[in-house]
């Protein structure tokens, strides 16, 4: 299939950038000069900030939650290009699959991800080089963010415009002979500084690790920021995302009673087929307006627009028989575009009543979303093979993708309150509420309504927080948040009826304790939520619950002015109770590995100036494949080792960088999934995917 040529606007833009970055430099060559040699400015790890929800701006260290940030430097020195990538070292993120999840809960389409804070599609792709950092709030966060499944919060925070000129260029080649162009240009754009620019352009593209697959990633994205008087700014994004991948080894599923076998070489010929994957655009826009009243009271407003199309044409191989059988389908009927409108408006402040000092958060936020299918779509059955003869099948008709019908609507909004009360330097309290409304709707091909909801419902937390001494705090955390109810599935006897709304219920007790440049965290939680499975007489209902119970531990920070770490690892009792079948009730959740570690460690060379060596390590333990814990997949470690030089070309700053993923080049099998994406399902049968080989990243960066 031949690959389309990259958009007008995307070339013509990277000219345009070119162009200004050189004649920047021609002007202010000597002082461009001196800020390229400057190293990169970035708050050390215990005086880091997140926003979280209408809280607005927290420092990690004084959060009463787990809460982990991924730093610019990190992701650099990975040469990272996907979100997914990024979530690599993070030990309580389950992140290969599709929805991104913390503590073994899973996530939602729309609810638990965010740019900037405004809610956006977790189903499609992202670009790595779009974004400064990421910030995730682990466990619940319904009474900050309004209705959420208790997977956590994600927060992709876009790259911002830089008060003076800086401009990079970068050139790169990795496995498959693949080639990479990208450039960051920001800067002012007036004498005054008070209009300033942001522009990414991004190219990389080639052959996949698999014999015949092709891959490719375009990026545009422009931030621009207004400072309209000396209180107030405004910020706005625009991006546009095309990914396009192309026969990739597709997923395997199980049959009833099977296991996974030992995981094949990923790069074996014909485990996908050439012309199946995905082809997705996204295109997304949105303003913040910021104003400070008076240095004590900020409000913000903040709206965003985004249109995902997705072309999905991957295949699933599920087997057949203990001997590595397999039948290959593919699915052309799943949603092609999803269109979001998130709002989000807050006001934060101080004030004294008497001895109490209150940091007071108010605010609304919400998101339309509406799913649009294939009128034609089907699943279709292209032929059977094996792990040892893997086959070529002919490619079916797919439909028209933008031949679409508007199959469901939901639409969510909240309105919050929150109470920081401190009562000494040693004792605060947090209380934070939300009320919500919560509306859902299936649509049939016809255009009538197949199903409707509409509900409310508060969600609530409590955090006590206690400093002994300055460098540590402990606390304590109770959280009651609301979430929207399953849609039914196909097979079940009331599909497409929409679940009245659930709760879930969390108590964490943590510390937090920084020592000069490191941040040490830790935290013990149980999660409790509802789960809903297909029951004995074919009805899909909630009939039991889900209980997980764990302990994160992370290290982030400078361990000396050369050792840089991040990561940590997580311990996970995720299990079934009060099921329908004793045979399944207390069993461990499919997929869920009890033992995950991950580690990143850097080390700037003291002979050699300007260079470092830094690696990785992520391991996973054995996952259960099946409700009633009757077989399992094994535990995995994969080892990732890279260097980066720093020197001067031409008056230039040059950065050259080499990266080696999967270093063992071991296979495994990751992203294991129940048949129901909530848990147990009934049936159970898992699917899972071919971990990556190992993969090489080579590239050049120019910094003028």
Not at 9 to 37: F, N
Not at 99 to 124: E, Y
Not at 242 to 268: I, Q, R, V
């Amino acid at each position: 299939m031949t690959i389309a040529s990259p958009p007008r606007m995307m070339k013509r833009a990277l000219y345009v950038l070119i162009l200004t970055g050189i004649q920047a430099q021609a002007a202010t060559q000597e002082e461009t000069l001196t800020v390229a040699a400057a190293p990169d400015s970035e708050a050390a790890a215990p005086d880091r900030q997140v926003t979280l929800g209408n809280l607005g701006k927290q420092e990690i260290r004084n959060t009463p939650w787990s809460v982990q940030q991924v730093s610019p430097t990190l992701m650099k020195h990975q040469q990272l290009k996907s979100i997914t990538d990024i979530y690599r070292y993070m030990p309580s993120v389950q992140g290969d699959g599709a929805r991104p999840q913390t503590r073994g809960m899973q996530g939602s389409v729309v609810q638990n991800s965010m740019i900037d804070g405004l809610n956006v599609v977790s189903t499609t792709d992202y670009a790595a080089e779009q974004f400064d950092h990421l910030e995730v709030l682990n466990g619940l966060g319904g009474s900050l963010y309004g209705p959420a499944n208790p997977a956590g919060l994600f927060n992709f925070v876009a790259k911002r415009p830089t008060d003076i000129a800086q401009h990079s260029l970068t050139f790169g080649a990795g496995t498959g002979l693949s080639r990479l162009v990208s450039g960051d240009f920001s800067g002012p754009l007036d004498d005054n500084d008070r209009l300033r620019y942001r522009a990414n352009f991004l190219d990389d593209e080639g052959d996949g690790f698999a014999h015949g697959s092709k891959k490719r990633r375009q990026l545009f994205s422009l931030g621009l920021d207004a400072t309209l008087t000396d209180r107030t700014t405004l910020e706005s994004n625009f991006s546009y995302y095309h990914y396009y991948e192309k026969g990739l080894p597709g997923k395997f599923a199980l049959g009833n009673g099977l296991s996974f076998p030992a995981a094949p070489d990923p790069k074996k010929t014909y485990l996908g087929q050439y012309y199946a994957g995905s082809d997705n655009h996204t295109l997304t826009a949105s303003v913040h307006l910021k104003h400070d009243f008076d240095g004590n009271w900020q409000g913000e407003l903040g709206v965003l627009r985004q249109i995902a199309d997705r072309e999905s044409t991957a295949v699933t191989n599920t087997f057949t028989d203990r001997a590595g059988h397999y039948t290959t389908t593919t699915s052309s009927s799943t949603a092609s575009r999803f269109t979001i409108n998130s709002y989000m408006a807050n006001l934060n402040g101080e004030l004294e009543t008497g001895w109490l000092h209150h940091q007071l958060s108010t605010g609304l936020r919400g998101f339309v979303w509406k799913n649009y299918n294939p009128l034609n779509g089907t699943t279709s059955t292209l032929g059977s093979a094996s792990l040892d003869e893997p086959q070529s099948f002919a490619e079916p008709d797919y439909p028209d993708f933008t031949h679409r019908y508007h199959s469901a609507t939901a639409t969510q909004q909240a309105f919050l309150l929150s109470d920081t009360l401190t009562f000494s330097p040693q004792w605060s309290l947090l209380l934070a509420g939300s009320e919500s409304f919560l509306t859902s709707a299936n649509y049939a091909k016809t255009g009538s309504r197949s199903s409707h909801s509409d509900n409310s419902g508060f969600s609530g937390s409590a955090s006590l927080m206690f400093k002994p001494v300055e460098p540590l705090t402990l606390y304590m955390s109770w959280a009651d948040s609301l979430q929207q109810g399953d849609t039914a599935p196909s097979g079940s006897t009331n599909a497409g009826s929409i679940l009245a709304p659930y709760r879930s219920k969390q108590l964490e007790v943590g510390s937090k304790l920084a020592i000069d440049k490191l941040l040490l965290t830790a935290a013990l939680f149980r999660i409790d939520r509802p789960f809903a499975y297909a029951t004995a007489s074919g009805d899909y209902a909630v009939d039991g619950s889900q209980r997980n119970r764990g302990l994160e531990l992370m290290a982030d920070g400078d361990v000396t002015d050369r050792l840089h770490l991040y990561g940590g690892m997580t311990w996970l009792d995720p299990r079934l109770r009060d099921t329908a079948s004793p045979a399944t009730s207390g069993r461990q959740i499919v997929g869920l590995a009890r033992y995950t570690a991950s580690l990143f460690a850097a080390y700037d060379l003291p002979f050699l100036r300007g260079t470092d060596i830094h690696g990785g390590m992520h391991y996973v333990g054995r996952r259960s494949t099946d409700n009633a814990n009757d077989s399992w997949t094994g535990s995995y470690t994969t080892f990732d080792i890279g260097s980066s030089y720093t020197t001067r070309l031409f008056n230039t700053e040059t950065i050259f960088r080499l990266d080696v993923t999967n270093l063992t080049n071991r296979h495994y099998w990751t992203n294991i999934v129940p048949g129901g994406l909530n848990g147990y399902s009934g049936a159970g049968y898992a699917s899972a995917q071919l971990g990556e080989p190992r993969m090489a990243q080579l590239s050049l960066q120019l910094r003028f």
